[in-house]
Structures are given as C-alpha cells and as structure tokens.
C-alpha cells in the first residue's frame, strides 16, 4: 500500500490546447487524480518510480491539505507505509527495502508532521524521533559544515535544507552544527545574490530556495543581499507568465515554487506579476483528469501538481489554504511546532 | 526527477489491449529481476552474476538508487579481497592494480551510454565520481590520472550535447580539481579552463554557466599567480571589452549579468571580493563613466530593450554611493528611466514602483 505512485503521468490528449477562455482550479479533479496515483500498478511507470514513492506520498499529500481535503488520504495507511520504509539506521528509503537517504528521510518526517503522527511514532518507538534526527545529523560534515545525501557522501545544500527543515521539525536543532553550515551556505552565494549546490557553482532557483530556507529556519536572512536577490529571481519571470530557473532557460511550473517561495521569503512577491503567473499554473492543469504539468500540454505528474498548488496559495488563490515558503508544508502546521515557539 | 517536457498523449484509457499486455508483460519481467536481485543481496551474495543482473536492472531503471548502491558494496568487498590477497602473499601487487583498474574501466563503460541517455540522472553522475575516486585511492598516480584526463574529454562531450548541463558544469568542476591535485601530481588548470569557457561562449554568448565559471576561474587564476593591481586592472580590462564585444544582442540577459557581475567591481560594497580590490575613488569612477558612456550607446539602437536602463539605473547609484550621495540630477534620470522601465517591463512593475517610492522618500 503505498498510497500515491511518483509521480503518475497522465493526461488527456483531449484537454490539451483547448483551454477555456476563463481558467479556474478544478480542485475536485485534483483530489480524485492524486487519490488514483496507487491504482494504477498495471502501468509500467509506477513501478520504474518506486524511487520516489515516499516523496510522492509527501507530494500528494501536500497538495491535498493545500486543496482543502486533508483526509482524502487514510490516516493509518499512511503512516503504516512511512514507517514501513524506515531502516536500521533510523533513516527513511524511498519504498520499503530500499536504502536510506536524506531526500526520503526529509519527506517522513513532514508527512509525520502533516497528518500529526510524531506522537505516535514517540509511543511506536521510544526515542523515534531523536533516532530520526540522530541519523540526519549524522550526515554532517564536520570539516566543511555541509550536508551529505547519504553513507555515500554526496553533498549539494538540497540535503543542508532538508535536514534544518526536519530537524527543525523534530526540534532537534542542537544536535547539528548551525554556524558551520551557516558559513558553508555564504560560500555558494555568488555575484548575482544567489547560490548553487556547491562552493563555485552556478546559481539556481532550486539552490536558491534550499539556501534561503535553510536561512530562515536558523533566523539568518540578515547574510541575504535582499535587493540583489530579488531582482534576480524576479527577472525570472517570462512574457507567458512562467517562470524559469536560470537565465535564458525554459519556463516550469515547479519554478512557481522555487523562484516564487524565495521572493516570499525575502519580502518581495509583488516583483512580478502574479496574475500571468496564476493563468500560466493553470493553464498546466489537465482540466479533464485533474494533475498539473511542467508547460502546458505536456504529461501532468504529482510533483508538479504540488508545486502548481503550492505556487497559487502564495499567490492567495481563492479557497486554498495557505502554504509555509520555507516548508512547502500548510502553514497551521509549522506555525505550531515547537521550535517555532521559542 | 518528474516528468519535464513529455507531451500528453493517450492516457491509459485509450490503449489498445495489445499495448495493455506488453506492458504488463513488462511488468512481469522487470519486477522478477527486482526480487531476484534483492534476494541475492539479502543473502550477501556478491557474484558476478549478480553484478549483470544489476547492471539489467540499472539499464531500465538508472533512479534505481539502491541498486547502485548494492553494486558499489560488491566492488568494496571485491577490492578488500584483492588487498587481502596481496597482504597474504598470494597475489602479486601489479595483478592487483590491473584488476582493480579492469573493473573499474568496464564500469565506466558500462555508464557511457547510460549518461548519454539520462544526462540529469544524479545516480549515475555519483557512481561515475565515486569509481574515480576509488581509481585514486586505490590506483597508483600511472593508473589513476589517465583516467581523470579521459574523464574530463567525457564531461566535455557531454557540455557539447547540452551546454547548460547543471550536472556537468559541476561535474566538470570536480573532475579539474582532482587533476590538479597533489595526490595525482597535477597543477592547475585554471588558464586552460577559462579557455574552456571562451570556447563555449564563442558557440553560445547566452551560454550563462560558462560566463559564470569565468567568474570563479578569473578569481582563482588571480589568487594563484599572486597578480598585482596592475595585473588585476588589465585582467578587468580585457573582461569589459569581452562582454562590450558580446553584448550586440542586448536583449539576452546573460550578458547584462556577466556586465553586472563586472560592475561589482566598482561596488564599495563588494569591491573587496572582486578582481580588482584596489581600485582607487578615481579609477572606479572613470570606470562607470566609461561603461555609462557605453551603454548609451546600445540604448540608442534598442530603445524598447529594458537591460539598458537597469544598468544605468545600477551606474548612476554606484556614482552616489563614492558621491555625497544621490544628487538631485541623478534622481531625476533614474527616475526617467524607471517610467520607462514600468512601460517596457510590466511584469516587474511592482520592483520598479519599490525603487520609485524609496527615492523619493530619500529625497523627502
């Protein structure tokens, strides 16, 4: 029982290119395609996806207590199955038997926070959540400050940002190194305000995200050239509305959630133009099935559902609820952590 | 990661019967392989027909992360053997690096193709880097360096079919140091990789990851031939008549960054951390009037072309901030400018209304 297949392409031919002159969030086939993504095991896709099943659970989830239908997902089911991809390390896999790695481990943990299961997992097991935290803090290296994804010892600040986001979760901070990772962060910013994966490397929107978020969670937005930045990420904005994640690239509904949560963070939304973004975003929906894609046209999936989602409640689009820029998580939801609280 | 620019056709509804059954006798077959490698790697097994059957497996699925992993364990253990081997005497060293360097070329050639097929496929990015670094830990310098120096005509291959690769530039980052590392006897490489990014530039001026690795390597040749202020001047030099020379397309934003990034320079703020820290009050001013000047006069031929005015904008504030401030004549252009920037650039209108409103509230 996995509950949502990663990413489950669909699509109909038919809803594609003929787009109603008023476009609007078809939220009921939205929910109905993400509760559909674990039905659909005679497509060969769902099993060539099985490595991102437990972001995929966190992705649908995300989109429906975004759309407003928190429980449109089995509660027990869905932590049964996150447990069930938790190793002896106290890491997560992506699906049962498969090793552990911090881009599954992130998404246990905000999928136990969302449906308000880390009680639990302290009454499962005793210490669940500092065994958690134990195997992420363990991931960092304790010469540059940064972050690997796993034993094997990739490092990028995509895996510096999912353990301050679950640590922080956990309220387990203390466990980590915050001023080093904090340095490591300052030296991937390049000229132009943003940051890449590594020290010298190029400036990304997804990097950009990771780092500000990171930033945010340990309150040092201060290190931020706020003006620069934002300029930055605001010329990402193309005449059809979308945005792209570097210079001179193509635009992708999931920079809706990278460019558009930084701006948020920093402060600066209104430096481009929500309007032609919301019509973009919707313009992606499979108006038909429900699922939204990367440009219009093209194959819809969850993950881009979800950050199609995500993108239209920072843009306040009626009748969604309200997302966190730092977490990509409802935002009731983080607001209550008791991190947070201090 | 996700789907990224795959058309939508036919949904499953509308596949035929005949396609339903390959595909679930595709199915059958791929989730066989699964359990039989995952039952073999439960039970430590560590043969070579394991090492195929993964190798069948990463073939149709590279995401396939725990797989790569499994092969990674069969090579640690089989590379350990080989030591222990050569520590009991019943192996001579040279058969131990020549088997060692045997498997860790087929692996490589093995991942050839795969990277050509799946160019953002993280998973085979890391296997790649960590066999080289097993070549290094585990090869002497003979055996190991070839093997970076053929690396790095791959990843070159690689920013030829897509030059804009993330993963590649990275990869290609990586693949110089360990070349110039102690460890493989190398030196550096910093003047042959800013021709590199020349190369690439000629091919594509929008080309931003190969101006932006100008950016690193001009910093880092400087450092490394421990350049005076003259030096760095003329280094600069050369950089503003580069991008003037490029920027004849100046609609193309990569450029007006690379021109930004160029412009730090004369940033106080920043001009600690740029290729020319030194500069004088003077220099730095006769800079911007010079580079003004020059915009200008791409201006005049691309009225409707937005870059222009922010880099004005961007000159007349770096002038204010070595100045007594903004003066009132400097407010009244940027000011121009920004009506024209709000006409010109809409989607950005609320940037240009900030900018708007913070000076006339200086001048309040």
């Known amino acids: 029982m996995a509950l949502v297949a990663g990413p489950g392409i669909g699509g109909s031919r038919s809803s594609a290119g003929t787009l109603p002159a008023e476009l609007t969030l078809v939220i009921d086939k939205h929910v109905k395609y993400i509760q559909g993504l674990d039905s659909r095991k005679d497509e060969l896709d769902y099993w060539l996806t099985e490595h991102l099943r437990l972001n995929g659970v966190y992705w649908g989830l995300t989109a429906l207590h975004l759309l407003g239908h928190p429980d449109a997902l089995p509660r027990d089911k869905t932590l049964e199955f996150v447990l069930a991809c938790q190793n002896q390390d106290g890491g997560f896999g992506a699906a049962p038997g498969h090793d552990s790695h911090m881009l599954y481990t992130g998404s246990a943990v905000q999928i136990l926070a969302t449906i308000d299961a880390l009680t639990d997992l302290e009454v499962s097991q005793t210490g669940g959540k500092e065994r958690i935290a134990r195997y992420i803090a363990g991931l960092q290296d304790p010469t540059t400050g940064t972050f690997a994804g796993d034993e094997w010892g990739e490092t990028d600040t995509r895996f510096l940002y999912i353990a301050f986001n679950a640590l922080s979760i956990l309220d387990m901070m203390h466990l980590v190194n915050v001023e080093s990772a904090v340095s490591y962060i300052q030296a991937c910013a390049n000229f132009d305000g943003g940051f890449g994966r590594a020290p010298s490397a190029e400036t990304h929107a997804g990097q950009i995200f990771t780092c500000l978020g990171a930033l945010s969670i340990v309150r040092r937005l201060d290190l931020v050239d706020a003006e620069r930045l934002g300029a930055w990420l605001s010329d990402r904005q193309l005449s059809n509305g979308g945005l792209n994640g570097r210079p001179e690239k193509l635009v992708d509904v999931c920079y809706s959630w990278w460019v558009l949560s930084s701006l948020a963070m920093l402060g600066k939304l209104h430096w481009i133009d929500a309007a032609k973004l919301i019509t973009f975003i919707l313009s992606c929906q499979d108006s038909e099935h429900g699922g939204i894609s990367d440009m219009p046209g093209d194959m819809v999936d969850v993950f881009h559902t979800v950050f199609g989602v995500a993108g239209l409640s920072l843009l306040g689009y009626p009748g969604l609820v309200e997302v966190d820029p730092v977490y990509c998580m409802p935002k009731k939801i983080t607001q209550a952590l008791p991190y947070h609280q201090a | 990661m996700t789907s990224h620019g795959v058309p939508r056709s036919a949904t499953r509804e509308e596949r035929t019967i005949e396609a339903r059954q390959r595909e679930l006798k595709e199915i059958s077959e791929y989730q066989r392989l699964v359990e039989e490698v995952n039952t073999k790697v439960h039970a430590k097994e560590s043969t070579p027909q394991l090492l195929q059957q993964t190798a069948e497996l990463l073939r149709r699925n590279p995401e396939y992360y725990t797989v790569w992993n499994h092969r990674r364990r069969i090579y640690v253990h089989e590379f350990r053997d080989l030591e222990k081997q050569v520590s009991a005497s019943e192996l001579d060293e040279d058969r131990r690096v020549s088997q060692v360097l045997d498997i860790i070329q087929l692996d490589l050639q093995f991942l050839f193709p795969l990277l050509l097929k799946f160019p953002k496929c993280y998973w085979i990015w890391n296997h790649r880097l960590w066999l080289l670094q097993q070549a290094t830990a585990l090869l002497p310098v003979a055996q190991a360096r070839p093997l970076w120096e053929e690396e790095l005509g791959l990843v070159g291959k690689m920013l030829s079919r897509d030059s804009r690769n993330f993963h590649g530039w990275g990869y290609r980052r990586i693949v110089v140091q360990s070349l110039e590392s102690l460890r493989l006897q190398g030196q550096s490489m910093s003047r042959q990789e ?131 401030g903004l003066q009132e004549d400097g407010r009244t252009k940027i000011l121009q400018w920004l009506t024209e920037l709000k006409t010109l650039d809409p989607l950005r209108k609320g940037r240009w209304l900030d900018m708007e409103r913070s000076l006339v509230k200086a001048a309040a």
Request: glycine share 0%.
């Open chain 2, 194 to 324: 800013l021709e590199y990014t020349k190369k690439m530039i000629g091919i594509n001026l929008s080309n931003f990851s190969a101006w932006h690795n100008r950016t690193k390597l001009i910093l880092k040749i400087l450092d490394e031939e421990n350049a005076t202020d003259d030096e760095r001047q003329k280094m600069l030099d050369e950089e503003l008549e580069l991008i003037h020379q490029a920027l004849f397309d100046p609609y193309d934003q990569s450029l007006w960054f690379y021109h930004q990034n160029l412009m730090c320079t004369f940033d106080l703020d920043l001009a600690a951390k740029s290729m020319a820290p030194h500069l004088s009050t003077e220099q730095r001013l006769s800079y911007i009037a010079s580079e003004r000047r020059y915009i200008e006069e791409v201006l005049e031929d691309a009225q409707d072309c937005k870059w222009p005015y922010q880099a004005l904008i961007e000159c007349t504030l770096l002038e204010a901030k070595m100045q007594q």
